[in-house]
């Protein structure tokens, strides 16, 4: 089993900034696809935004323009950096890794704990 860890939550006013961290300790961080979702009260889980293995990269419609996936495989680190909040990005942020050739295409997955983002004023 993979601990992963997110961090950098919290409260924020309309139109603020926060940035999420995501700290994955396995081998060849390098070869993992890694991606961020979100579930707010009362909804489904979202996917929010993937970076690939091979650094491409996919957001929300409701993000893009906003938000900004990134990676450190150095440091075995994902980032969400989210910018122009609004009220509907209140949620619990998930970090999300998978080994497979193809986002989501295999059985190996890994899941954060998973930290929560309230927009509010």
């Known amino acids: 089993q993979v601990h992963i860890v997110e961090s950098g939550g919290g409260l924020v006013q309309p139109g603020g900034s926060l940035r999420l961290s995501c700290a994955a300790p396995v081998a060849e961080f390098s070869r993992y696809n890694m991606a961020w979702y979100r579930q707010a009260p009362g909804k489904q889980r979202e996917l929010v935004a993937v970076?690939?293995?091979?650094?491409?990269?996919t957001y929300a419609e409701s993000v893009r323009g906003r938000f900004t996936i990134s990676r450190d495989n150095a440091k075995n680190t994902g980032d969400l950096q989210m910018n122009s909040l609004v009220t509907e990005d209140t949620a619990i942020y998930y970090c999300?890794?998978?080994?497979?050739?193809?986002?989501?295409?295999?059985?190996?997955?890994?899941w954060g704990q998973g930290t929560q983002v309230t927009v509010s004023s």
């Open positions: 999300y890794i998978d080994p497979c050739a193809r986002f989501g295409a295999c059985e190996s997955a890994f």
């Open positions: 970076l690939t293995y091979y650094d491409s990269t």
